[in-house]
């Protein structure tokens, strides 16, 4: 069975960083589709952050460029999304998500999520 486990979440105040991490069970991220989507109350889910390709490129939302970068650690097994200069925007529940076959960026049906952990910025 399949399982990702989203942690790292929190509370902090506007110009805060955080970093998610999403460990996998049953699953290896080595060479497969991740990503990282976020949905705020009354919004839908929106692609954060999403490995485009088995070459490494990666795609990121355009409010969030230049302040998340999306890693993976093959030997923990674990996902990563740094998030500097956070910004009250940013609140939001978000997921890990990935999948064996790659598809299109972001769009794609990903088989696999996380639970979600939350993150709350105050201004």
């Known amino acids: 069975e399949v399982q990702l486990v989203e942690s790292g979440g929190g509370f902090l105040q506007a110009g805060g960083s955080l970093r998610l991490s999403c460990a996998a069970s049953?699953?290896?991220?080595?060479?497969?589709?991740v990503a990282w989507f976020r949905q705020a109350p009354g919004k839908d889910r929106e692609g954060v952050s999403c490995?485009?390709?088995?070459?490494?490129?990666?795609y990121y939302a355009d409010d969030v460029k230049g302040r998340f970068t999306m890693s993976t650690d093959n030997a923990k097994n674990t996902l990563y999304l740094q998030m500097n200069d956070l910004k009250p925007e940013d609140t939001a529940v978000y997921y890990c998500a990935a999948d064996s076959y790659w598809g299109e960026t972001c769009a794609q049906d990903y088989a696999y999520w996380g639970q979600g952990t939350q993150v709350t910025v105050s201004s």
């Open positions: 490995l485009a390709s088995a070459v490494g490129d990666t």
């Open positions: 049953g699953f290896t991220f080595d060479d497969k589709a």
